[in-house]
């Protein structure tokens, strides 16, 4: 679903800005702003690993628009 939600926003020409938040999450301010809010786990994570779970999701998006296979070892 991600990767199908990313070739939208692809196809459509929009720029993408993602704002991963701190231990308290990001100020209603900010979360009004935004287009779209994710939850990448129900979990809570610290925002380090947050950011890196983000960064494989895009990657594993932008492999999947491209037609690569994605490895599952």
């Known amino acids: 679903d991600f990767a199908k939600w990313r070739g ?3 196809d459509s020409g929009r720029d993408l800005a993602f ?3 701190g231990d308290e999450g990001l100020c209603n301010a900010v979360r009004n702003k935004a ?3 994710l ?3 129900a979990m809570t994570l610290p925002h380090r690993l947050a950011r890196l779970v983000l960064v494989e999701q895009v990657y594993r998006a932008l492999s999947i628009l491209r037609g690569e296979p994605y490895h599952k070892a």
Do not use: E, I
């Open 8 to 10: 939208r926003q692809q």
């Open 19 to 21: 704002a991963v938040g």
């Open 35 to 37: 287009a779209l809010v």
């Open 39 to 41: 939850s990448l786990s």
